[in-house]
């Protein structure tokens, strides 16, 4: 697939929140996923198909999702960016959230290498 391609594909399973099928299929093994932030203090960067898979395990197991919208793609080039907007309560503190950020996403060989997560900063 083409970087086109993979954009749409990310923005179809997504609107599903289909995690582990992206995963799956449009991930390469080597995969670098960098938050804004580290979870608990740690790394920002997430590297391995096994560790965003980690990454999805902690959503799917501590968010309770009210509403999620995924706009785009935009795409240039081997990238892409897709707006995920959710509201989102965490199921341990019952802290309900309302977040907005950014996808970049970067393809190679018809996989996605790279994805890096920006905020909304009010």
């Given at each position: 697939m083409n970087t086109?391609?993979?954009?749409?594909?990310?923005?179809?399973l997504t609107r599903k929140q289909?995690?582990?099928e992206a995963l799956d299929t449009l991930y390469d093994d080597n995969v670098v996923s960098v938050e804004a932030s580290?979870?608990?203090?740690?790394?920002p960067e997430t590297r391995g198909k096994q560790g965003v898979r980690g990454k999805i395990d902690w959503w799917v197991n501590g968010m309770e999702v009210h509403s999620f919208d995924v706009h785009g793609p935009f795409v240039a080039h081997d990238r892409f960016v897709v707006q995920f907007d959710a509201d989102v309560t965490n199921k341990q503190s019952k802290e309900r959230t309302q977040l907005s950020e950014?996808?970049?996403?970067?393809?190679?060989?018809?996989?996605?290498?790279?994805?890096?997560?920006l905020p909304h900063v009010d």
């Open positions: 086109e391609e993979v954009a749409k594909k990310v923005v179809e289909a995690w582990y580290g979870m608990g203090g740690g790394s950014v996808g970049v996403y970067t393809v190679k060989d018809g996989k996605i290498v790279r994805e890096e997560f």
